[in-house]
Each structure stands twice: as C-alpha cells, then as structure tokens.
C-alpha cells in the first residue's frame, strides 16, 4: 500500500531517473568518449539516486573496474569471481572469506544479445524500497551498450584504415619487382609470385650487371605478411645498391648478414639464392644461402647447387661461405623457387618436397614452350589438392642459350 509520505519519495526518484536516462541519452548522442560516460554514470548513481557503494566490473579483454565509490577495500586490479549463484535478473552474493566483493550484499547482471557485458556490485543496506535495481540494470545496459557500439565502430575504423595501409604496402612492393624480365634469343626470363597475404616476404630480382653478364636471386623471409615485406624491401634495396660497386658474391652475402642483422635483430631470418651468369665465359657462380636446393640442367646433366653457407640474420659472423661455379653448355635451364613450393602439403598431410621439380627441369626440354613455372604449378595443384597454400609461393624460371 502506497501511503502519503512513500508516493512523494517514488514520484521523485522517477522523475530523478528519467532526469538521468535523458542526460545519459543527450551524452551517447553528442558522441561523449567513454570515460566520460562512466563519470555520467558514477555521478548519477552517487548523487542522483544517493547510492553509498558501488562497483561495476566490465568485461573488457578480462574483467576490469570501471567504476568505484564508497568502498572499504579497493576493488581496481582485483579479478572478478564469475563462480556466483546468479539468476537472471539479481543475484545475493555469497559471503565467502577472501572474496573481494564481500563488502556489497547485491550483484547485478548487465545484459544484451545473452552475452554478460558487466556486473554491477550495490549494497542495498535498509532502504530496498528506493533501490530500484530494474533501473540500475537499465541505466547500465544504456551505457555499456553505447560503448561496445562505439568499441565496434572504432575496430571498423582500424580495420578499415589497416586494409588501407595493406594495399599502400602491396602496391609499393609490387614495385620492387622486376617489371621487364628479358625475353631475347640467349636469355629468356619468366616469374610467378602468389603471396599468401596481401603481401609477403619473397623475394625475386633479375640486375643487368654489364652487356656480358647479369645477376639473378631470390630470397625467402621467414614470417608472412608487413613485417616480412618490410625486411624484404631492405634486401632488395641492399643488393640493388652493392651491383653498382661489386661482383664479390661473398661481399654481398656478408652485407646482407650484417643488414638482417640490423634489422631484425635475431627475430627474422632470410634464406637466399644469387647467382651472377657470364654469357661470354659461359659460367655461372652462385652461393646458396640455406636456401632450397636449385636444379641447373646443362646439355642434358642435371646439377643441384647447393654450396654457399647457412642462413642469414642467424649468426654474427658466418661460419662458412663457399662460392659454387659452373660452366654453361649450348643450353641452359634453372628454376628457382621459394619453400611456399617444397612446403606445400596434400590432403594427407605430406609435402610436396623438392624431387618432383628436379624432375620437371630435368625434363625441360619435354615442357611445352619450356614453361617450367606452369608445369610445377599445374603438378602442385594436383598434389594439394583442396589444401590451401600455407606461405608465400614464388617462381623464378630462367633459360640461357649461349
């Protein structure tokens, strides 16, 4: 029964609470940043509706206090129990030692599309009367749920602004590869990269050192995507300045160490092939730097270049660098190619390994129009099968007629 002195106290807490949803509305719709909607709801709670002691714990990447006042104990920096005996509207708190919201007697669960976005932690001391939890819990639900729209709209700003900064960085790197690979009767050059990003961290180059001779490589950044590329774009410009002072593979090997070095400071690592091709001594010299093993076919005899040295942007001082040669015959064929290839594995779990392109170069001269990339592609494809590719994939077919 309403008597005369309650209804004048439930009269004025009404008009009190709508007071605060439409302060709390003209807030959310003048975009308020969030701090500033809590200090709203810690102001509106505490001086509007006299509520002595508060907590509201939000979810949000783990349990955090975002409002407090009038406690004995500090709750911020305390993990919240989620073991409570709640219903689906109020819950009394268990009173149990050591738990650090033994100091209220009420939790409220705040709500929306059934996932708990916060618990609100009130003491209803003697006045259960005044304290209208419904309007709590709405009051909450208003705020937490214009900030989570306002956390998801700024993800779509991120989002949004990263794919940008993706295509920027895929665009600059499309650049950094060869864009006129030579296609003449003693040198005939093809290439296929597919990233398995946006962007990636291969590597290939073909550099024209003189009339009589030119440099080709390819090079494989460990870890995918921004921070590949970047290391990636720093190789190329590496190698892109030494041609123009040096021959010395060995020079260009140590450089790079000590660039990786630099850069990645023992975090990324780079494998890479570069060879320097002599059309008038009719010789190649390489040095493999634990990169695959690269089939070279010359007048029917198969070779696997494999000397060099050990992985770059692993160790200060290399412990080894050897230069391979060898001499060129009437034709020439060699693919290089990146571990995206040997690494891809079938529906089995198997990978695909580097036998099958040592046999396909040694067949060269069987692949129609010598299109050695097309060939692995197509036979890798029907290896994997509905396996998708796991890392970087990129080719590099070369054919020297001398």
Known sequence: MVTPTTYPQQLLLKELELSALLEITQAINANLPEESLYRIYHFTLLANLKIDKLVLMVLDQGWQCKVEFGTKETISGKTLDLSLEADEEMSVLLQRPGLPFNEFDLVIPVKHKQHTLAYVFVDQKNDLQLLDTSFIQTLSNVILVAIENKKLARRQLEQESLKKEIEIARQVQSHLFPTNLPQTETLQIQAKYLPHQSIG???????????????????????????????????????????????????????????????????????????????????????????????????????????????????????????????????????????????????????????????????????????LIQTVIEDLMRYKGTVHYNDDVTFLSIKIRL
């Open 201 to 371: 961290g291969d590597y290939y180059d073909y550099i024209p050192l003189s009339d009589n001779k030119c440099l080709v490589c390819i090079a494989d950044v460990s870890g995918k995507g921004i921070p590949a590329a970047l290391l990636m774009s720093n190789v190329q410009a590496s190698i892109r300045t030494m041609v123009r002072y040096t021959e010395d593979l060995k020079t260009y090997v140590l450089q790079l160490n000590n660039l990786i070095l630099e850069h990645a400071k023992g975090e990324k690592f780079v494998t890479c092939f570069i060879a320097i091709i002599d059309f008038q001594q009719k010789s190649l010299q390489y040095v493999n730097c634990g990169h695959l093993p690269i089939p070279l076919k010359v007048e029917g005899k198969l070779y696997s270049m494999e000397l060099g040295t050990t992985i770059l942007g692993m160790f200060e001082k290399l412990p080894f660098i050897n230069v391979g040669e060898l001499k060129l015959g009437r034709d020439n064929v060699m693919l290089l190619y990146t571990d995206g290839v040997s690494e891809c594995n079938n529906e089995a779990g198997e990978e695909y390994g580097t036998e099958p392109i040592q046999k396909i170069v040694a067949q060269a001269e069987k692949v129609q129009e010598n299109n």
